[in-house]
């Protein structure tokens, strides 16, 4: 059973960085393309970033240049860097996973797996 817990959430003013974290269990991820999403109220889930498991990475473009997303096979943790935090970026923040090992598609779409989610609220 996968399961995947997200940290690093909180508060921030506007223009600070935040680092979060997700940690895997169940099954190691370094074979897994990984990803981050999140969830504004009242708007629908969208997908930020994603990471493949040779490390190619994708972003949507509204976080391209401000968040990187990268990870640590050996402490079987995925990150998500967000630096240059806006208002706008306040939401739940999800980490996903896809089920199949060793896919070529590390496209923004069709992840299996998410965590539980961790709040980020950026003030003006």
């Known amino acids: 059973q996968v399961q995947l817990v997200e940290s690093g959430g909180g508060l921030v003013q506007a223009g600070a960085s935040l680092r979060l974290s997700c940690t895997a269990s169940g099954r190691p991820l370094g074979s897994y393309v990984m990803g981050w999403g999140r969830q504004a109220p009242g708007k629908e889930r969208e997908l930020l970033a994603s990471?493949?498991?040779?490390?190619?990475?994708d972003y949507t473009d509204s976080v391209k240049g401000r968040f990187t997303i990268s990870r640590d096979n050996a402490k079987n943790t995925v990150y998500l860097q967000m630096n240059s935090l806006k208002p706008e970026d306040t939401a739940v923040y999800y980490c996903?996973?896809?089920?199949?090992?060793?896919?070529?598609?590390?496209?923004?779409?069709?992840?299996?797996?998410w965590g539980q989610g961790t709040q980020v609220t950026v003030s003006s």
């Open positions: 996903a996973q896809k089920r199949t090992a060793f896919t070529t598609d590390y496209r923004l779409r069709g992840f299996d797996y």
């Open positions: 990471i493949s498991w040779s490390g190619s990475t």
